[in-house]
């Protein structure tokens, strides 16, 4: 049975950007980038994607591919609220619901019909946010997040058990959860380019190339993934972070990236109902030489702007100034989450009226 539902919004910065503004709406919108060709894309309308303009992609790459796109800078909040418009639909729907990003959720309906409550979902979300979001049912997570993959953008697929191997079998194996450039090009070399061939691999000799993550993969190409959907778990910590397409030193591309992962990770964080007590920028250079910086508040912290400055301040505190080939933002340190925070708040009211104000 196909029970497992996986939302994922289309283009989703470049998407509210468009409906804010009706009058972008059909044109290679980019966001993340300035026409001053700095900073790095965030995402793409799918009209600039038509010109090969990509995320994490450096603007003056995007600027030479769609020379008519419109670079819009991230706006955050906005983002970030019609995340929790879309994770409220979610919740209103289904009590299983798994946030992956701020715009991706998986859902469980338990007993329910997976199909109808995906269409009712699908439906609600163009109706009550004005945008489209993809939708995959299928027996498990993987699946559906391959399925919505799949039916980009506005897309509904469902993969019942009896299609999982015409569905997979022909994929290219970088289409397999884990498998970058890096190991796609190491599967090449052993003549594995498909899942159908990865299937059919000897074992012993994937065993040696891939180590221990050749039993995952083969369970993945067989479609088999059990992992329960993370409803009660406790968030220890989120991150975004990007590999660059191209090693960057300009400290300003490296600002405006990590601005960008301040909105989407705020976005997440207002989507779980969380605040950070830390924040930790980390930086991989050319030579793999890996350095963090973090820095304690305070005061718990949730907004876009606070985590763009500390950000902006950490990256201040990276001395070495050579070229970057990783940049990522971390937050965690939650157990001040707004539910202590109101506990404080009650605790300091009642101790203003014993005392009679201070
Ligand atoms: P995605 O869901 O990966 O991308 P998308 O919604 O723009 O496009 P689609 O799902 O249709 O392929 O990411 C959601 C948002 O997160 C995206 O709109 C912008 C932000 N983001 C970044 O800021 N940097 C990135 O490198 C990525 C991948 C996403
Ligand atoms: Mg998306």
Redesign the pocket.
């Known amino acids: 049975m196909a029970r497992i539902v996986h939302v994922?919004?289309?283009?989703?910065?470049?998407a509210v950007e468009q409906h804010d503004r009706p009058e972008l709406r059909g044109k290679p919108v980019i966001?993340?980038g300035s026409a001053a060709s700095r900073g790095v894309v965030?995402?793409a309308s799918y009209e600039a994607r038509r010109f090969g303009v990509r995320?994490?992609m450096a603007a003056r790459e995007a600027q030479r591919l769609c020379p008519q796109g419109v670079f819009l800078p991230v706006r955050g909040s906005r983002y970030a609220e019609v995340s929790r418009q879309m994770m409220a639909i979610l919740r209103d729907e289904v009590a299983s619901v798994e946030p992956i990003?701020?715009?991706?959720a998986y859902l469980d309906p338990g007993g329910g019909d997976a199909v109808a409550v995906a269409a009712r979902v699908k439906s609600r979300i163009r109706e009550e946010t004005g945008l489209t979001a993809?939708i995959g049912v299928a027996p498990n997570k993987f699946l559906a997040k391959l399925a919505s993959d799949l039916g980009?953008?506005d897309g509904f697929v469902v993969i019942n058990p009896e299609d999982v191997d015409r569905v997979l079998l022909p994929l290219p194996v970088r289409m397999l959860p884990g498998i970058g450039p890096k190991s796609a090009g190491d599967l090449a070399a052993l003549g594995i380019h498909t899942v159908a061939e990865l299937r059919s691999a000897d074992r012993g000799l994937l065993g040696l190339h891939l180590g221990r993550r050749a039993g995952e993969l083969l369970r993945l190409a067989h479609g088999e993934d059990d992992r329960p959907l993370e409803i009660e778990r406790e968030t220890k910590s989120l991150a975004?972070e990007?590999t660059f397409s191209v090693d960057v030193g300009d400290r300003d591309v490296l600002r405006g990236q990590l601005h960008?992962?301040a909105a989407?990770l705020a976005g997440r964080m207002a989507a779980a109902g969380l605040k950070a007590r830390t924040i930790t920028v980390k930086a991989r250079f050319r030579d793999f030489q890996t350095v963090s910086r973090s820095q304690t508040m305070p005061r718990p912290v949730s907004e876009a702007v606070e985590l763009a400055e500390v950000a902006d301040d950490l990256l201040s505190r990276i001395e070495r100034r050579d070229l970057m080939r990783l940049i990522g933002l971390q937050v965690s340190g939650f157990g001040e989450g707004p539910r202590a925070e109101q506990l404080r708040f009650d605790f300091a009211q009642g101790m203003g009226e014993v005392q009679g104000g201070r």
């Open positions: 994922d919004m289309d283009a989703f910065f470049a966001v993340g965030s995402t995320s994490a990003s701020v715009d991706e993809s980009k953008p975004a990007t960008s992962f989407e």
